[in-house]
């Protein structure tokens, strides 16, 4: 029992460092991932570095490929835009479904996470990755809140699968996505149209929440691809265009 808690832990501990190193850009976009090599860096067995990869690659953080082994997925524009685009269509349906038949108690949920948000500070782009963390997870918790009650297992079930995936792009993609922005005033406003029962409004401002984040993200990955081509800008065929408004 002991060597199984042990084994456990350790693949838990080599799990949370390669996320991180992958969230948090230590580990580059296409980079090839060498189990032997993250397993003498980590001091745990490689069978534990391929148990992790293989979580990862679930979590689509990593791509694992026949022949080729593992690499940390590649930040792509049409692949940002797709995802979101996405993610604002099953979201706003299971918002819309929500605020129109949720009880006194997921009113009183949606306080409660738009409290806690409003209350965690806004992670410092130069700062330890830990705040960062932290006012993710109560970002995602408040989004969660406002959709818990659509009634369907499934349709969250898919949106917590997207938003794990939208996840990376936020990591990578701040602080330029963030630029010129009042994320809290957003946060606020849809607080308030879901409390207030105006699904119309809710759903409304939650797209224009949305493609906020598609703007910043595009415009960081122009950045990070001008810089890694000496400022000459994405390479041809890499950027999508920003999908229309509502």
Known sequence: MTNRT?????AQRAYARLRADILEGRLRPGQR????????????????VREVLNRLAGERLVRATPQQGFTVVQATAADLV?????????????????????????????????????????????????????????????HAATMAACGSPRLLETITGLVQ????YRRWTHPHGEEGRDVAAEHRAIFEAA????????????????????????????????????????????????PEGP
């Open 33 to 48: 991932l060498r189990p032997a090599g993250l397993a003498a860096a980590q001091g745990v067995s490689v069978s534990v």
């Open 195 to 242: 409390v207030g029962r105006d699904a119309d409004l809710a759903c409304r401002l939650h797209q224009e929440h949305v493609r906020r984040t598609v703007d910043g993200a595009l415009a960081a990955l122009e950045h990070e691809n001008a810089a890694a081509t000496g400022g000459t800008g994405p390479e041809p065929g890499t950027r999508a265009p920003a």
């Open 82 to 142: 797709d995802l979101f685009d996405v993610l604002a269509l099953v979201e706003t349906a299971a918002l819309r479904e929500a605020v129109e038949r949720g009880t006194l108690e997921w009113e009183s949920g949606v306080v409660a996470a738009h409290h806690r948000l409003a209350r965690t500070p806004v992670p410092d782009p130069d700062g330890p990755g830990d705040g960062a963390d932290e006012w993710a997870r109560a970002h995602d918790a408040f």
């Open 6 to 10: 042990g084994a456990s832990s350790l």
């Open 165 to 168: 995936c939208a996840a990376l």
